[in-house]
C-alpha cells in the first residue's frame, strides 16, 4: 500500500518562505517520480515542480527560481522548499509519486499553504 502523509503547510506573510514535506511509507520510493501540485477552488490542478530518482528537476514557470523540490532516498521524503512567496501562491498542495513501470500516480492529502499579503 502507497501512503503519502504530507506536512509544512501553513500561513504566512508575503515574502516568507515555507518548506513542505511528503514522506512515503512503502517500498517504491526509489522506484518513481516525486512531485508537488497544487490547486485552488474552480481551478485544475496544476503542476509546481517534479524530480527524478536521479535528482532531474522540473519547474513551472511561476515558481521558478522561488521553489526549490528535493529528495532523500534514505528518509523516503520529498520537499518543497518555497522561498519567495506570494499570494497568488496560497493553494492546496499536494504531493504526487508516479510509478515509472506504468505511470500510475498517487496523491497525499494535500496540505494548505495561505499567503498573506
Known amino acids: 500500500q502507497v501512503q503519502l502523509v504530507e506536512s509544512g503547510g501553513g500561513l504566512v506573510q508575503a515574502g516568507k518562505s515555507l518548506r513542505l514535506s511528503c514522506t512515503h511509507s512503502g517500498s517504491i520510493f526509489r522506484l518513481s517520480l516525486m512531485g508537488w501540485y497544487r490547486q485552488v477552488p474552480g481551478k485544475q490542478r496544476e503542476m509546481v515542480a517534479t524530480?527524478?530518482?536521479?535528482?532531474?528537476?522540473d519547474y513551472a514557470d511561476s515558481v521558478t527560481g522561488r521553489f526549490t523540490i528535493s529528495r532523500d532516498s534514505a528518509k523516503n521524503t520529498v520537499y518543497l522548499q518555497m522561498n519567495s512567496l506570494k499570494p497568488e501562491d496560497t493553494a492546496v498542495y499536494y504531493c504526487m509519486l508516479r510509478r515509472y513501470f506504468d505511470n500510475y500516480d498517487y496523491w497525499g492529502q494535500g496540505t494548505q499553504v495561505t499567503v498573506s499579503s
Open positions: 524530480v527524478t530518482t536521479g535528482g532531474d528537476t
